[in-house]
């Protein structure tokens, strides 16, 4: 395994010399093989999931009834363009590492990814707040979530993250064993750059949302655990316990959303640019490289598990996905019967 020396500026007086180890390039099969099994899974599932769930969201109108119905509008538009890039990733790694499109194109891609990491947290934090105003204020809920404040604050997300990620369109393509490769980054200086970034990431795009989420669920579980109220319309009694169910849905999906894809790509990505920066051991730098594959497989895996937030944490989205079942089963049923009466005419004449 070869290892550089490579001196990076810090400012026009100083330089700092890191042992910048480029050791884990020998380590890429284990990546593109990780990648492209996950990808192969996650694209068309997340792929037609989202199309579906946006289907649903606007044919039907709910994406303008509910607040929550326009978060998770805008959390499926997300997530299906994403997927969209999938195949171009694949593509990449079938290849070998071998990039066959546009410099453009691979920045996109990676401008992409960050757009849709750091809009899913703010998207799922969020309907977090939703829900919390929802079970702790439900006379002033209506007041104050209204649909067309929700847009606005879905609107302000994508500006803010899509501004934030431009520093993410810098890296393009870069020549490698003369190969032109993407998805690393262009210079040596560049990992100084992407650790200042990863701060700014884990601060304002993962740390303050999941503070956010963890006060607004202790809140939330306190409300839930407490005794409802008694009233005398059975109907009312039946709203109250379908909104604690889809809170307690809300609460899990979340958290677990939070635990299991997004902590530990945040946790992991800043030990591996502290490495690959700090000039550690060769071993310690490859052993962070496939943490840092796997956990970013699992951050990638979001966007196929938002739908199954759509479908457990919101009526609405049920109520019109089973009347599109049965929309599709009645259109086959009198298809069938159509083939049918036709037959027995064909029988009759014959």
Known sequence: MNEHLITIPISNDTTKTVELLTC????????????????LLVFPVAFLCNI???????VHGSHRKTPSSVVMMNMAISDGSFALTLPL??????????WDFSDWVCRL????????????????TLLSVLRWIAVTMPHRHDSLATPKRVLFICLF??????????????????????????????????????????YVGVALGFLLPFLTIIACYSRLVRELMAKP??????????????????????????????????????IIRSL?????????????VVALQRAVVVTLCLAASNCMINPL?????????????RDVQSSIRSRSGSFRSGRGQKRSKKNSIT
């Not at 009312?236 to 307690?248: A, I, L, Y």
């Open 272 to 284: 591996h640019l502290h490495a690959v920066c700090g000039g550690w051991d060769c071993d310690i």
């Open 157 to 198: 997300i994508w500006l803010f993250v899509g501004v934030s990620s431009i520093p993410f369109l810098c890296d393009g393509i870069v020549n490698r064993q003369g190969f032109p490769r993407c998805f690393e980054p262009s210079s040596p200086s560049s990992w100084g750059r992407i650790l200042i970034l990863n």
């Open 89 to 98: 990733r694949l593509a990449y790694y079938f290849r070998g590492g071998i």
């Open 309 to 321: 937030l759509y479908y457990y944490s919101t009526k609405t989205f049920r109520d019109k996905m």
């Open 229 to 266: 109220r008694v009233s005398n319309c059975n109907q009312s009694q039946n709203n109250v316990r379908d909104t604690r169910k889809r809170s307690v849905y809300l609460v899990a999906m979340v958290t677990a959303t939070f635990l299991l894809c997004f902590l530990p790509y945040h």
């Open 109 to 124: 891609c990676v401008y992409g990814f960050y757009v849709n990491l750091y809009t899913s947290i703010l998207f799922l």
């Open 24 to 39: 884990f390039h020998d380590d890429d099969a284990f990546k593109y093989q990780a990648y492209i099994y996950t990808f």
């Open 52 to 58: 579906g769930a946006l289907v649903i969201f606007y």
